[in-house]
């Protein structure tokens, strides 16, 4: 079983910055491909970025140029920084984190959630 806990969600002004971490337990974070979701009211969950063991990213169109996302294995970490903040970033955003090698892969895993809210 890998737990994430997601935290760093917050109010923040529109043109401000957050940063959200996720912190895993219970795998080596190596075998974890981590990824960071967002659900929005209204809307289905929707991936922003995801990183893999070895650093390679990937983005979603929305979030490229303003949103970076960085691990830390050393912290079992992963990082979602967010730049130049619109009210549209408004959601829940979840920590997945999905089993790449070993007995469980292909098994994933969710966390609780961390509420962001863009608003002047």
């Known amino acids: 079983q890998v737990q994430l806990m997601e935290s760093g969600g917050d109010l923040v002004r529109p043109g401000g910055s957050l940063r959200l971490s996720c912190v895993a337990s219970?795998?080596?974070?190596?075998?974890?491909?981590i990824g960071w979701y967002r659900h929005i009211p209204g809307k289905q969950r929707e991936l922003v970025a995801q990183?893999?063991?070895?650093?390679?990213?990937d983005y979603d169109d929305s979030a490229k140029g303003r949103i970076t996302i960085s691990r830390d294995n050393a912290k079992n970490t992963v990082y979602l920084e967010m730049k130049r903040m619109k009210p549209e970033d408004t959601a829940i955003y979840y920590c997945?984190?999905?089993?790449?090698?070993?007995?469980?892969?292909?098994?994933?895993?969710w966390g609780e959630g961390t509420l962001v809210t863009v608003s002047s």
């Open positions: 997945k984190a999905t089993v790449i090698q070993g007995s469980r892969a292909g098994m994933y895993y």
């Open positions: 219970g795998s080596s974070f190596t075998d974890l491909l």
């Open positions: 990183i893999s063991s070895s650093g390679t990213t």
